[in-house]
């Protein structure tokens, strides 16, 4: 530990060095008694012992809690609805080997056919919003096929409804003016991929996983290995409205993992005076401050970088940010968004920022990252009990 040693190698140089045998005083000169310097020589060891003694002692309260801290190591994952953190979650899980299983990854093909589904539907309430027709007559019988799918089993067959979709999909009309389209998140890169989708021996990859939306229980649960640590996810869908009174009834909390979508800067979240991003930024803003939390450590997580990017182009940020002048650059918008929300830390928590694209498989910073907070929150905790810090 570096304060350890830090403390011993000091108290150890000073035991060390030979008193010496004159000193220079203003005005005058004396030398020292034999008896003085073996005196002085005889404290400086007993000090040294004392530290030595105490560093060890510290040394093993910090073990033993270490321990029992890193079985106990609990994350809270929270975010408005939709802002990633099954995302996030799932993305530290397929970084640790074997945390995915084969029952695990199929069990997830419906939720990808449900995402294919809903952007087929987006793509046909798109189509008459802009009063546009298909252009294929046959696409028409499709888009009665797919209006009149339930998804109601995961067994249930799919070949004809993911036919349609792919038609839809490649329809002249669609294909030209899907640009203006809007879609919910990822549905490009399902529609896309509906023939693979659609085949017997599906099996979703780790892009798959990471692009679909998973339905959202009340709260859920992961345990991971993540690296030394074992730790538990809970994750927890926060409303500005439901108050949050979960907050007291949770404790032993390391860190927590606040995400926010950065695409969300021109989303209306309860209407049209209110946008997704403020609302946001209070409960950000209710959990920096919280006295609940005021010795967990916070990984502030604004995902969607790439849905971020391709929208700048199309929709400025400055026409919701006033005092935002630097135009599509995603790299200055991210972090202006940042600073909004750094700004909110009146308390001064010890918040990890990144700035992810989530759904990128081979993206390692969330894990890097939490791993880090979650270690520096149990080394300041070990040494605030330990009444080396206050
Ligand atoms: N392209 C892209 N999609 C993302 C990113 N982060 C999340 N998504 C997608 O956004 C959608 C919602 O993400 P989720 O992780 O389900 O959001 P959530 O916060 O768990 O939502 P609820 O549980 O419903 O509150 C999913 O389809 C994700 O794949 C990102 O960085 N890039
Ligand atoms: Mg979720």
Known sequence: MAVQSVSCSTFANAASITPPTTSKRVGFCYTASPYFIVRRYFAGIALARRAKARSAQIDAQISRQSVSLQRECKILVLGTEGSGKSTIVRQMRLHEPESVSLDERLGMRSAVLAHLLTSALAVLDELERLNLELADSDSRDNADIVRGYV?????????????????????????????????????????????????????PTDQDMLKARAPFGTVSKTQLPLGSVSIRLFEVRMQKSSKNKWMQAVDDITSIVFCASLADYDAEALGPTHRALDESLVLFENVVNSRWFQHTSVILALTKLDIFRAKLATVPLEKYAFDYKDGADAGKASKYILRQYMARNHAHLRVYPIIVEATDPAATVCNRTILTAVKDTILQSVLRTSNILP
């Open 151 to 203: 998804l109601d089993a995961a067994d249930k067959d799919i070949t004809e409804v993911v036919r349609a979709i792919d038609a839809i999909w490649h329809d002249s009309v669609v294909a030209t003016r899907s640009g203006q389209f809007r879609l919910v998140d990822n549905a490009n890169y399902f529609l896309d991929a509906a023939g693979r989708i659609g085949a017997g021996d599906y099996v």
